[in-house]
């Protein structure tokens, strides 16, 4: 159909209906009416609002209210057919009210437009998803507190240039993961504060004509405060954008772990098992056992990253006030929100299986000579300059690399070539228990300063 009217709800100016190619290629229907028990809760609290002002009556109001949690209920239980030609998760709603309750469900609209409704719902659904978030961050950090505790005492290599650098606890190593995802956590709370605000009652760009009470509609819907600038309220997609920044950078914590766990798995390194219901095999190397977790967690990280790259972009040229380019927020949103939470979930349910091998942890760390800076710190407690010790046990590297053989396992006459400071107390202060146990302050390795440390994330201490 070319000709005649249009019968969108917005279609009273126009002269012809909308082409079936514009209809496809501008509806969100398809990926925005998971918006939708944000959208009811907000038409309702819009609703009372406007009854208690006087603008709608008692009746009409409880019409809607009630139309909408019977509309809700309905789509809930798959019951509810969206309509492409109907746009949006907004306009499917409406019109199906109105279908349902007839001229109450038309009066829904009043002082209120999509570009403040899809502001409102967009952060309504945001301040869940952070939520959801923020209790699958406490289970992994809990998870990581728990094989800490369980591998305190275990000691492994510590890197730097992934080369052996100091011997380190298994613990220790768990705990510097569980730091990063805390701050993430901080940082979700941190974007929830400026998600929390409502801009309903921004209308379309300059506010509305009507008595509004736009803080009884806050405290319906829980937020914070109300926005103070209706032409940035509909426009700004910040809070999202930020969201997805905290989400870019919590995926990349995770992707740096799972290039560790990708690594500890390797039999070339054995230091981890991970447990076979999550890992898979090869279709013809009968001997794989592949760690796709991580490996997925890893490729996932491109993708949020793109995400935030998205919104970005998309913000970046748009003159006030709303502007249809905001309608792209939404796919790279929900996907950073998605994507991050499955990374999360499986993390959590991944990290109490994860199997340490502790005597290939211990082997690798005695092999790599972890405990020369024990030696040069022994010397200068001895007296020397510490670049005097440095030179020394360098040269005693030298020596036993030659020899194929660790430091402790020279004998104390050679060790004294190296420096006549050193005496048969030197062999405590090389061992690689000897070298955990002298880090004993907080932040440090320590098997003491690991049990301290869970102990004061337990809020034990
Ligand atoms: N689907 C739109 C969005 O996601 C809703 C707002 C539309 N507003 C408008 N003036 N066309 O942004």
Same mark, same amino acid.
Not at 267 to 270: A, E, I, K
């Given at each position: 159909?070319?000709?005649?009217?249009?019968s969108?709800?917005w279609?009273?100016?126009?002269?012809?209906?909308?082409?079936?190619?514009?209809?496809?290629?501008?509806?969100?229907?398809?990926f925005?009416?998971?918006?939708?028990?944000?959208?009811?809760?907000?038409?309702?609290?819009?609703?009372r609002?406007?009854?208690?002002?006087?603008v709608?009556?008692?009746?009409?109001?409880?019409?809607?209210v009630d139309?909408?949690?019977?509309?809700?209920?309905?789509?809930?239980a798959?019951?509810?057919?969206?309509?492409?030609?109907?746009?949006?998760?907004?306009?499917?709603?409406?019109?199906?009210?109105?279908?349902?309750?007839?001229?109450?469900?038309?009066?829904?609209?009043t002082?209120?437009?999509r570009?403040?409704?899809?502001?409102?719902?967009?952060?309504?659904y945001?301040?869940?998803a952070?939520?959801?978030?923020?209790?699958?961050?406490?289970?992994?950090s809990?998870?990581?507190?728990?094989?800490a505790?369980?591998?305190?005492?275990?000691?492994?290599?510590?890197?730097?240039?992934?080369?052996v #650098?100091?011997? =380190?606890t298994?613990?220790?190593?768990? /705990? +510097?993961?569980?730091?990063?995802i805390?701050? $993430?956590? &901080?940082? %979700?709370?941190?974007?929830?504060?400026?998600?929390?605000?409502?801009?309903?009652?921004?209308a379309?760009?300059?506010?509305?004509?009507?008595?509004?009470?736009?803080?009884f509609?806050?405290?319906q819907?829980?937020?914070?405060?109300?926005t103070e600038?209706?032409?940035?309220a509909?426009?700004?997609?910040?809070?999202?954008?930020?969201?997805c920044?905290?989400?870019?950078?919590?995926?990349?914590?995770?992707?740096?772990?799972?290039?560790?766990?990708?690594?500890?798995?390797t039999?070339?390194?054995?230091f981890?098992?991970?447990?076979?219901?999550?890992?898979t095999?090869s279709?013809?190397?009968?001997?794989?056992?592949?760690?796709?977790?991580?490996?997925?967690?890893?490729?996932?990280?491109?993708?949020?990253?793109?995400?935030?790259? #998205?919104?970005? =972009?998309?913000?970046?040229?748009?003159? /006030? +006030?709303?502007?249809?380019?905001?309608?792209? $927020?939404k &796919?790279? %949103?929900f996907?950073?929100?998605?994507?991050?939470s499955?990374?999360?979930?499986?993390?959590?349910?991944?990290?109490?299986?994860i199997?340490?091998?502790?005597?290939?942890?211990?082997e690798?760390?005695?092999?790599?000579?972890?405990t020369?800076?024990d030696?040069?710190?022994?010397l200068?407690?001895?007296?020397?300059?510490?670049?005097?010790?440095?030179?020394?046990?360098?040269a005693?590297v030298?020596?036993?690399?030659?020899?194929?053989r660790?430091l402790s396992?020279?004998?104390?006459?050679?060790l004294?070539?190296?420096?006549?400071?050193?005496?048969?107390?030197?062999?405590?202060?090389?061992?690689?228990?000897?070298s955990?146990?002298?880090?004993?302050?907080?932040g440090?390795?320590?098997?003491?300063?690991?049990?301290?440390?869970? #102990?004061?994330?337990?809020?034990h201490?």
């Open positions: 159909m070319t000709s005649g009217r249009n969108k709800l279609g009273g100016r126009f002269s012809e209906s909308t082409s079936d190619l514009m209809e496809a290629f501008s509806e969100s229907v398809s925005d009416a998971r918006l939708f028990r944000h959208d009811i809760l907000g038409s309702q609290a819009h609703a609002m406007l009854q208690k002002v006087g709608l009556t008692d009746a009409d109001a409880a019409a809607i139309g909408l949690d019977a509309i809700g209920a309905d789509i809930e798959g019951r509810f057919e969206w309509k492409t030609e109907l746009e949006d998760v907004h306009m499917n709603i409406e019109s199906e009210l109105t279908r349902r309750i007839g001229e109450a469900g038309k009066r829904l609209h002082g209120r437009s570009n403040d409704q899809v502001a409102t719902d967009v952060r309504l945001l301040r869940d952070i939520d959801a978030l923020l209790a699958v961050i406490d289970a992994l809990g998870a990581l507190l728990d094989l505790e369980r591998e305190a005492e275990s000691v492994m290599p510590g890197f730097t240039h992934l080369q #650098a100091q011997p =380190v298994f613990g220790h190593h768990m /705990l +510097a993961w569980r730091e990063q805390r701050r $993430d956590r &901080e940082r %979700l709370l941190d974007v929830r504060k400026r998600v929390n605000v409502l801009p309903l009652g921004s379309a760009l300059a506010g509305t004509v009507y008595p509004i009470d736009r803080h509609v806050a405290a819907l829980g937020f914070d405060g109300v600038n209706s032409l940035d509909v426009s700004d997609r910040d809070f999202a954008i930020e969201f920044a905290a989400a870019a950078l919590i995926m990349v914590h995770l992707s740096r772990w799972s290039e560790e766990l990708i690594l500890w798995s039999p070339m390194f054995g981890v098992t991970l447990p076979d219901r999550f890992c095999g279709s013809i190397m009968p001997q794989k056992k592949n760690p796709d977790v991580p490996e997925l967690v890893r490729g996932k990280t491109g993708r949020v990253i793109g995400d935030l790259q #998205a919104l970005l =972009v998309l913000m970046k040229g748009q003159p /006030l +006030a709303y502007n249809r380019d905001n309608q792209e $927020d &796919e790279p %949103l996907d950073a929100i998605d994507t991050v499955a990374c999360l979930r499986i993390y959590a349910e991944l990290v109490p299986s199997g340490v091998n502790r005597t290939r942890c211990r690798a760390a005695a092999a790599g000579y972890s020369a800076t030696l040069a710190d022994y200068v407690r001895k007296g020397l300059a510490f670049r005097d010790a440095h030179h020394a046990v360098g005693a030298a020596h036993a690399l030659a020899q194929g660790d396992a020279l004998s104390l006459q050679t004294q070539t190296f420096s006549p400071l050193i005496e048969d107390d030197v062999y405590a202060a090389i061992t690689l228990e000897g955990l146990a002298a880090r004993n302050h907080i440090a390795t320590s098997p003491a300063q690991v049990r301290a440390a869970i #102990a004061r994330a337990r809020g201490d």
